[in-house]
């Protein structure tokens, strides 16, 4: 790979990376959740299987959820990234709705696959406002969460969007 | 005791939704896990693990995996002290030359990253003798079974009993009354056998991890992703013996038991550390989390179950084997619990003969999970009642309703000895789940299904199991709560110092609300210190089981209580009315019949000092918890896939404390390998190798997010006379009884029965005489 730097927007900050295999330098293999955990210490997104499967590690990449464990951090060179840490109004400090929503909901039990869920809610909704309940439940397929707060989940999108699966 | 009578009328907190106090950090990614956490100079510390079930290592040499740039310690089974030892009794060396199971340890490694580390077990070079392996509890007890542990457990059984559990006497063999009798008064009478033996796993999203720093002698500093320093601490210095630890645990991502004392990971660290001089992370890759990492135990079992005409259970004989896999972690707790549950689920029973074996075999060794011991054995057990109900052709929730425990029956707990279950009566409860659920249209009977669709290709049925449990009261555990009276102003701040993990529960919140209740203060001024203990807080075990609500809201309760009582006695010369007739209100003490005389707590507490109130629980085992679960099911005949249509689950908590956390206890039910494990999730078992080929999280089926079914609960509150707000928790239990629900559902959608967990397509389309 001939790329010497790399450059990325993270919520909304500039950075730019030396590729290399100094000290200090992103070596080629790194992926993007060891930059954005390591480097730039936003550790909301987790790294739990490090193979694509439990979106516990999901930022947003240019209006996608991504996986950042599934992505070389050479490979988002020149990419706008929206991480959990860049949902709230940094001037005002007020949540996004999703995330008051999930509060008022009490979508998550230990919150390990919490940030993960919301990427990847904020992005259908950003792309789609008012999704249905089966293009909800796609979105969110990906994301693995072992203590079952998917119900909850389920009643904070619900708030959000005045939609949700019947019955719960 | 509080000198003073006070009922919790009228609550302000209790039972109300209120945001957990961690909320904003979840949803903001601020949260802090030990992922998030490191602590300066840290090493990563690695292992290399066995490739075989069963070997000897013939030669070792680590000289090159030194050598490599970065690495700064590499140690084998002859670096570690011999009375290292893993497993109860201790047995197991934690590097050892004799390995046991695919995952076994060889080598550690620590480095100065992950990747250097990882480099360096790559250039270990170990020569290996295979043996023979043995891969299930019933096999590895046949006389020519190899020998896992020679000279030490002969026949591979594990000695039974548990003496921190059980200090009156080694409890493994249930026996009470006179099974012959029992039979002989029974007029329906099976005899079966029946497997659980999958080994399915919790799986946590966040895998077990651990940062440990050697502080000299024995003493080290643990950092640790666990549910419970109490039980960390306690193991720890089993396998260290002499050693003290220090706890701090963080937010925890998911546990459901399983991350609790994480022997394997504390002894790699404390190892690396003590060779190092340096902390040193020990973090489990998912793969190692599901290929080595603590897994359900297996369960076997033969028995013979007698009922009589009236629909009682008379009589129950016969034989359960536990596969505790390479290594017994403490597995013969499970086996006490698993007994006792048994007596309660069949608590008018009083005919009992259940001996039990624990062997080791090649698996992965087996540890806690929700539901300990009591979902393995009632995942059998629970449909051979079934078996014996439909020789009687007895609706199962009239033979639940019949026999389950309530005021007054006996039970043999995990400690051996005989308990009275409290005035508990769980019909109501059961009733109206099962009315909730429209049981009664459902069911159509043994082996009949509720529909079946008209081009007769799919059916369904429905099932419902029952699991209750007596750990509601386990563990002696303190707190001390302090008012801290703010600098400027009157106002005050309380805070709970008692070591309560956060693993998803929210039970660190529910105990503030009890201070805010009790103290008359409001919710946002009331704090609890960081988890963990050694030197910052005072004892609590660990948030195990369904005990948090009894067992850590009794202390609570008891020093906001032991506070008032100060309170009043201070305020009592300044406001001239007896005690009995203040109230707390407004971070002060005032009379009731003349509110004019007012005195702030910060008026009776001396100058920048605070006032500290003490509460502690004492183990007692008499109050049996219940959960009744309900589903319906689907089955394509054609292709043997089921699913879930739908899910009740039901309970009476005595008082719900706080409704949200309470549902999602129910929910979380239904996962951590409980009723999926009657469907697609198992460690898949390779028995030429004897891996496991469910490594990763793509292998593992798990179930996403557009495959939940609907979902229902139905809770009453019937005040229970646990502490003072009469509540309970249920967590523990809540998703026990699922995967025998499954099994009757399937049976009762197919009208065959489906023996073999999980119940794949292949299994179901076996049963159906298909393949
Ligand atoms: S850690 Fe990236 S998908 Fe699991
Ligand atoms: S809340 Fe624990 S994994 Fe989802």
Redesign the pocket.
């Known amino acids: 790979m001939d790329v010497q730097s790399i450059a990325m927007t993270v919520n909304g900050r500039e950075y730019e990376f030396s590729v290399g295999t100094r000290f200090g330098q992103v070596p080629p293999e790194e992926t993007l ?1 060891e930059t954005l955990r390591r480097r730039l210490e936003l550790t909301g ?14 930022v947003i990449l240019n209006g996608d959820a991504v ?4 992505m070389l951090t050479v490979d988002a060179d020149g990419a706008d990234i929206l991480t959990i840490e860049g949902l709230e109004d940094p001037a005002t400090g007020q949540l996004d709705p999703i995330q008051q929503a999930f509060i008022d909901a009490a979508a998550f039990q230990c919150g390990y696959c919490t940030p ?1 869920i919301i990427m990847a809610l904020k992005a259908l909704l950003n792309k789609n406002p008012a999704p249905t309940e089966k293009e909800v439940d796609e979105a969110l397929s ?1 994301n ?1 969460c072992r203590c079952v707060s998917h119900y909850h989940v389920f009643d904070a999108v619900r708030d959000l969007i005045g939609a949700g699966k019947e019955g719960e | 005791m509080s000198n003073y009578n006070v009922e919790y009328t009228d609550l302000q907190y209790i039972g109300k939704y209120m945001p957990r106090k961690d909320a904003r950090d979840i949803v903001t990614g601020k949260c802090i896990f030990l992922d998030d956490f490191s602590v300066p100079g840290q090493l990563y510390g690695r292992s290399l693990r066995s490739p075989h079930a069963h070997a000897r290592i013939l030669s070792i040499n680590t000289d090159k995996a030194k050598a490599l740039k970065g690495v700064r310690a590499v140690l084998t089974d002859s670096d570690l002290p011999e009375n290292w030892l893993l497993g109860w009794p201790p047995s197991k060396r934690p590097l050892d030359s004799h390995l046991r199971f695919v995952g076994d340890c060889v080598a550690y490694v620590a480095a100065d990253t992950v990747e250097i580390a990882d480099e360096a077990l790559d250039l270990i070079e170990v020569e290996y003798e295979v043996l023979p392996a043995v891969f299930d509890g019933i096999a590895a007890a046949r006389p020519d079974a190899e020998q896992l542990y020679p000279g030490q457990f002969a026949g591979n059984e594990i000695p039974g009993g548990f003496p921190p559990f059980q200090r009156q006497g080694l409890y493994w063999h249930l026996q009470r009354g006179d099974t012959e009798a029992g039979f002989a008064e029974s007029e329906y009478i099976i005899e079966e056998f029946m497997e659980y033996n999958k080994m399915p796993t919790p799986l946590a999203a966040e895998p077990p991890q651990v940062i440990i720093r050697w502080d000299g002698g024995l003493d080290f500093h643990c950092w640790a992703t666990s549910q419970g320093s109490g039980v960390f601490r306690q193991l720890g210095s089993f396998i260290i013996p002499g050693s003290n630890l220090v706890v701090e645990t963080f937010n925890v991502g998911g546990s459901f038991g399983n991350k609790h004392a994480m022997t394997a990971q504390f002894i790699c660290g404390a190892a690396l550390s003590m060779a190092t001089k340096r902390p040193v992370k020990v973090a489990m890759t ?1 793969t190692e989390q599901l290929s080595a990492y603590e897994m359900r135990l297996g369960s076997q079992m033969k028995m013979k179950i007698g009922v009589g005409k009236d629909g009682y259970l008379k009589a129950v004989k016969g034989f359960w084997t536990v596969d505790a896999g390479a290594i017994g972690n403490t597995t013969q707790g499970q086996i006490g619990v698993g007994l006792g549950e048994a007596q309660i689920i069949g608590g008018k029973c009083v005919n009992w003969d259940i001996d039990t074996a624990l062997m080791a075999t090649n698996r992965i060794p087996a540890g806690i999970a929700r539901g300990y011991g009591g979902m393995e054995l009632n995942a059998c057990l629970s449909l051979l009642y079934c078996r014996a109900m439909e020789a009687a052709n007895i609706d199962p929730v009239e033979f639940y309703k019949k026999n389950y425990i309530s005021a007054g029956d006996r039970f043999v707990w995990r400690d051996g000895l005989l308990w009275k279950a409290c005035d508990v009566n769980y019909v109501p409860a059961i009733q109206a789940a099962a009315d909730k659920f429209g049981w009664k249209d459902a069911w159509k009977g043994w082996g009949k299904p509720s529909w079946v669709s008209p081009d007769g290709k799919r059916a369904r049925g429905a099932g419902c199991a029952i699991l209750g449990n007596a750990d509601l009261g386990e563990d002696n555990n303190e707190c001390i709560v302090r008012i801290s009276p703010d600098i400027v102003g009157d106002s005050c701040h309380v805070v709970l110092h008692m070591d309560v993990a956060e693993c998803g529960q929210g039970q660190r919140s529910s105990l503030c609300k009890m201070v805010a209740e009790i103290l008359n203060v409001p919710y946002e001024n009331v704090s609890t210190t960081s988890p963990g203990q050694g030197n910052h807080n005072p004892f609590a075990l660990g948030l195990c089981g369904s005990r948090g609500t009894i067992t850590y809201g009794r202390p609570v309760c008891m020093a906001c209580e032991d506070l008032r009582d100060q309170l009043f006695k201070l305020a009592e010369p300044k406001l001239e009315v007896p005690p009995d007739t203040m109230e707390l209100v407004n971070f002060g003490v005032r009379s009731k019949h003349m509110p004019e005389r007012f005195v702030a707590w910060k008026h009776l507490i001396p100058e920048m000092l605070s006032l500290v109130g003490y509460g502690k629980h004492v183990e007692t085992f008499g109050i049996p918890a219940c959960l009744v679960f309900f589903l319906e099911a689907e089955v394509d005949l054609e292709t043997g896939q089921t699913q879930i249509l739908r899910v009740l689950s039901g309970s009476d908590v005595g008082k719900v404390i706080d409704p949200k956390s309470l549902e999602s206890q129910f929910h979380g039910g239904i996962g951590a390998a409980t009723m999926d494990s009657a469907l697609f999730e198992e460690t898949i078992l390779d028995k030429q190798t004897g891996r496991n080929l469910a490594f990763n ?1 793509i292998e593992y089926k798990w179930r996403p997010f557009n495959m939940f079914p609907k979902f229902d609960t139905s809770i009453l509150e019937t005040p229970i006379p646990s502490f003072q707000f009469k509540a309970m928790g249920v967590g523990e239990i809540t998703g026990a009884g699922s995967a025998p629900a499954v099994m009757q559902a399937i049976y009762n959608a197919t009208g065959v029965h489906v023996t073999e967990y999980p119940a794949t397509p292949k299994v179901i389309l076996k049963a159906l005489g298909k393949i």
């Not at chain 1, 996986?67 to 599934?70: A, F, I, L, T, Y």
């Open positions: 959740v997104a987790k790294q739990s299987c490090s193979e694509g499967a439990c979106g516990c590690c999901t996986p950042s464990c599934m993960g990906g693995y | 998912k999280l």
